[in-house]
């Protein structure tokens, strides 16, 4: 988890392929599918033929927000605060689990700030 977290905060924008392993990592039973039918960033069964693709999380903050419903079910509250400063914006996040609030996250992308948040709770 750490390296997802670090490439996270090191991502520039959107990754299709840290969407997958974020996925994977936090969703398992969902998201893996024998190897044989894994194809780049979506799953098929035959050619031509795609059976799911992977959610943009890090390039979506409703998909981002999404998958924190799947994976943290017990956080009570999710907080956002979107800053802008100097032309540059960046993205504070932030859970409470329960009477707890976790670290906030900070990031350029609200989504992957977000996503940030969420794999240092599960971490």
């Known amino acids: ?30 998201w893996s599918l024998p190897r044989r039918h894994q194809t780049g960033l979506c799953h098929v069964e035959k050619p031509n033929e795609v059976l799911f693709s992977w959610p943009a ?12 419903g799947e994976v943290l079910p017990e956080a009570t509250a999710v907080d956002l605060t979107i800053y802008k400063s100097d032309g540059d914006a960046s993205a504070r996040t932030s859970f409470d689990i329960g009477p707890n609030m976790l670290d906030p996250a900070y990031h350029k992308s609200p989504a992957i700030a977000l996503l940030i948040a969420l794999l240092k709770a599960k971490d």
């Open 1 to 30: 988890m750490p390296d997802l977290i670090n490439r996270l905060e090191n991502a520039t924008g959107a990754d299709r392929a840290l969407d997958r392993e974020i996925l994977l990592a936090m969703l398992p039973e969902k």
């Open 57 to 68: 999380i890090t390039g979506s903050l409703d998909a981002a927000l999404a998958l924190v």
